[in-house]
């Protein structure tokens, strides 16, 4: 089963490049790499999804190595909004473990 | 247009009762899930369903039981409620299982005082 473990929590300024590393070491071959943002009292909210190398949409880019036994979300240029609790979840059909979540605190 | 939504908010209920928290999906999606977030943050999946055949059944007491009317619909019944068991329940729904984009309700809030 596939653990994933996250930093705890990172600081960076607006207009800053963000990228943020979750390891998963077991992954397997049928797992898929996700992530989503949380805000305060409120549900998670999918940010990007991906398999293996790299997947961009409008919001971020995540980059998986070949191994995938990492991802990186990558946030460019962020905003005092951004300030959020980021996880990690990797799932397949029957099993999904999300990481324990990464603070990340904006500052103007 | 709530796509997914979750009744009640915030449910306070003392040791011993049984409750029930209620989950409609208007995506039509096929899977849907049950998280428990603790105080801590964690998020650890319950269950899923994916069209109403349970798919995940994480190691979670047996006083939980899920129940799927139809693919729309994922409730969470809860019998002797322990002090332990007051945390953040999300409800979610995908398209498919094997981790597709999921859509979160707004969470419920579980007190057991």
């Known amino acids: 089963l596939a653990k994933t473990t996250q930093p705890i929590s990172m600081d960076s300024y607006e207009g800053q490049e963000v990228n943020i590393t979750c390891s998963h070491n077991?992954?397997?071959?049928?797992?898929?790499i996700t992530w989503y943002q949380q805000f305060p009292s409120q549900g998670p909210r999918f940010i990007i999804q991906?398999?293996?190398t790299k997947v961009t949409n409008e919001v971020a880019s995540l980059f998986i190595p070949a191994d995938r036994k990492s991802s990186t979300l990558s946030l460019p240029r962020v905003s005092l909004s951004d300030t959020a609790v980021y996880y990690c979840?990797?799932?397949?059909?029957?099993?999904?473990?999300f990481g324990a979540g990464t603070r990340l605190t904006v500052k103007p | 247009d709530t796509a997914v939504s979750q009744t009640p908010k915030y449910l306070v209920t003392q040791m011993g009762n049984d409750k029930s928290i209620k989950c409609e999906q208007n995506?039509?999606?096929?899977?849907m899930y049950w998280y428990k977030q603790d105080s801590k943050k964690f998020l650890k999946i319950m269950f899923s369903?994916?069209?109403?055949?349970?798919?995940i059944n994480e190691t979670v007491p047996n006083r939980f039981s899920p129940k799927s009317p139809d693919k729309a619909h994922l409730n969470l019944h809860i019998n002797s409620l322990e002090l332990g068991d007051s945390a953040v329940y999300f409800c979610?729904?995908?398209?498919?299982?094997?981790?597709?984009?999921?859509?979160f309700g707004p969470g419920t809030r579980l007190t057991v005082t």
């Open positions: 995506l039509g999606h096929d899977t």
């Open positions: 369903y994916n069209n109403k055949e349970l798919i």
């Open positions: 077991n992954i397997a071959t049928n797992d898929y």
């Open positions: 991906g398999y293996k």
């Open positions: 979840l990797v799932a397949s059909y029957n099993d999904m473990r």
């Open positions: 979610a729904s995908s398209p498919a299982p094997q981790g597709y984009e999921q859509y």
